[in-house]
């Protein structure tokens, strides 16, 4: 599975951005899909993810401002991120999670500057 990320930049704070994840190769082991960030100096953390079935999970911090969403027929997940905020400037990674058998794929990174 290859992951080609893409839609980050540079942004004002309360500002919108959606990041776009185009999946390729053996999609048909995918389970679930789903963005994680880093920001300098901490550990990558999970922001959302989207599951085969439709069941989604969002961080705390994102909740009602972030919005993950799947097309499969176009094998791409999307994260709509509005009210963006300072701290949620970071380098965003697309991840999937698939099986058989248990693996994590990572996209390249795209990275997200929130500025005041």
């Known amino acids: 599975v290859q992951l080609q990320a893409s839609g980050g930049g540079l942004v004002r704070a309360g500002g919108s951005l959606r990041l776009s994840c185009v999946a390729s190769?053996?999609?048909?082991?995918?389970?679930?899909l789903g963005w994680y960030r880093q920001a300098p100096g901490k550990q990558r953390e999970l922001v959302a993810s989207?599951?085969?079935?439709?069941?989604?999970k969002y961080a705390d911090s994102v909740k009602e401002r972030f919005t993950i969403s799947r097309d499969n027929t176009k094998k791409t997940v999307y994260l709509q991120m509005n009210s963006l905020r300072l701290e949620d400037t970071a380098v965003y990674y697309c991840?999937?999670?698939?099986?058989?058998?248990?693996?994590?794929?990572w996209g390249q990174g795209t990275l997200v500057t929130v500025s005041s």
């Open positions: 991840n999937a999670a698939a099986a058989p058998p248990m693996r994590q794929y």
């Open positions: 989207i599951s085969s079935g439709g069941v989604i």
């Open positions: 190769g053996n999609t048909v082991s995918i389970n679930a």
